[in-house]
């Protein structure tokens, strides 16, 4: 009888050791208190922000999708992707900059440095947006001829967004940099679309026509609601964190390290948003709203690689601000394990769910399925690299990693116009794929030659394996 107590008590006790252990790792996760553990809590913030963000962005996609109809969801696509491309561009590279730069002026105690640029980087930028909006205003005025007729209406109104977007883009960048991950990401990621989702309901419910010209109405209001919301935020926690001082503008030398940044920024928007301008340019408006949404679905295992990516880069950049190489290798071995393992599963769930996901939108999207399985080898031989663009930033090889984006991008628009007219939407999604790929394996060889760090997930493999 009591050797029949303690065959039971043993694997109970063990179960219990088992559930202690855990939740002991959870609560040191969620406590930071290591380096490594600080950043595996910004990694779940941030890919929980990123999900959330996602469920609320499809839900609005699909609304806009069944409200408006195939054509005027394209229209909107469309108009949003130009407000992408000008609100990136109008930072001047800030946006990244401001990730590397902030954590070195701490390190470095120039705090007049460090007040400086988070003001004076969110004032050029509103700046130079209203300038870029602008521009385009008086470019769609001018080639108005040239512009398809249901294009230009929604473009003009949309571009209002465009200032307070780009001071939101460098705002993430600052939460990113100071490892506010949450103040980082909340506002833009799940504020706007929440209250762009509100705004689409209310005017569904009051019996307003939807169009892609009241989309783009709804899309001001979110925009500039979130952007001043996370400026005052930030702002009370900057005070909070940091004394009252005198701020030192360095704007030669921001604009030196935002340079190669800003560079970087365009590739990445162009990687981003080529396919579905020339798409555009060849294919109905249906063809690209059917476009945009299977790529928009299977682009939510690019999540995976930001979460990581906004998580590591404080380390990156402070690691390289001390000099500390050592510590260096285990965390890339982890950001790229990190990235890879939960984008494959992620990959596989989407695939398994791509069907029933496009018949949301409506019958004709699942001519879009293809498409998903197309960009899904791109994107997880990017995640085999891990957040590569975010280390070779951070370390400093922002001019070799600019010039491998350049590349990429032109390379990217090449093969879209080539492939789009023969291929159509799979011609599209062919040609961002190969993108891909050609920028990950580069980035992997500047990791390697200049650095000296191994990133690919073959390679953290192996070290694993021979590690005694």
């Not at 008086?138 to 200032?163: E, M």
């Not at 063809?287 to 404080?314: C, D, P, Q, R, W």
């Not at 400093?396 to 116009?417: D, E, K, P, W, Y």
Request: hydrophobic share 55%.
């Amino acid at each position: 009888m009591t050797t029949h107590k303690t065959a039971e008590a043993v694997p109970q006790s063990g179960a219990l050791a088992m559930f202690r252990e855990q939740l002991d790792l959870v609560r040191c996760v969620l406590s930071g208190a290591t380096e490594r553990t600080r950043m595996q809590r910004d990694v779940v913030v941030a890919f929980s922000v990123r999900v959330a963000s996602a469920a609320i962005l499809y839900l609005s996609q699909i609304m806009l999708a069944r409200w408006m109809g195939g054509f005027e969801y394209g229209v909107y696509v469309s108009v949003w992707t130009w407000v992408l491309i000008l609100g990136g561009l109008s930072h001047l590279g800030l946006g990244m900059g401001v990730i590397r730069l902030l954590p070195a002026y701490v390190e470095n105690g120039r705090l007049d440095l460090h007040r400086g640029l988070m003001f004076g980087s969110r004032v050029l930028a509103f700046c130079t947006g209203t300038l870029l909006a602008t521009l385009a205003l008086a470019s769609v005025w001018l080639l108005g001829d040239r512009i398809h007729g249901p294009y230009i209406l929604p473009l003009c109104i949309a571009l209002a967004c465009v200032p307070i977007f780009a001071v939101t883009d460098v705002q993430d960048g600052i939460g990113r940099g100071k490892a506010w991950i949450a103040l980082a990401l909340l506002p833009p990621y799940v504020m706007r679309p929440l209250v762009l989702l509100a705004a689409l309901v209310t005017a569904h419910e009051m019996g307003l026509p939807l169009d892609a010209s009241s989309a783009a109405v709804a899309a001001i209001f979110a925009t500039w609601i979130t952007g001043l919301v996370q400026l005052l935020l930030i702002n009370r926690r900057a005070a909070a964190a940091m004394p009252a001082g005198p701020r030192t503008f360095a704007l030669r030398s921001w604009l030196a390290t935002s340079a190669p940044l800003l560079v970087i920024g365009m590739c990445e928007i162009v990687m981003q948003t080529a396919d579905v301008l020339i798409v555009s340019r060849y294919l109905s408006p249906t063809e690209v709203g059917i476009y945009f949404a299977a790529a928009k679905t299977m682009s939510l295992v690019l999540f995976v690689h930001y979460a990581v990516g906004s998580a590591a880069a404080n380390r990156f950049s402070t690691l390289h601000a001390r000099g500390d190489r050592a510590a260096l290798q285990p965390l890339v071995a982890d950001a790229v394990r990190w990235t890879f393992w939960p984008s494959l599963a992620a990959a596989a769930v989407l695939l398994a769910l791509g069907w029933p996901l496009l018949r949301l939108f409506g019958p004709a999207f699942l001519a879009g399925y293809p498409v998903m399985f197309i960009l899904v080898l791109g994107f997880l031989f990017r995640a085999a690299m891990g957040p590569s663009e975010f280390l070779l930033n951070m370390m400093g090889q922002q001019r070799l990693c600019a010039i491998v984006l350049a590349i990429t991008a032109a390379l990217n628009i090449s093969l879209n116009f080539a492939l789009v007219p023969h291929f159509g939407l799979n011609g599209a999604a062919t040609a961002t794929t190969l993108a891909l790929v050609f920028a990950a394996t580069m980035n992997n060889l500047v990791a390697r030659h200049r650095l000296g760090i191994k990133l690919s997930i073959l390679a953290n493999l192996r070290a694993s394996r021979s590690a005694p």
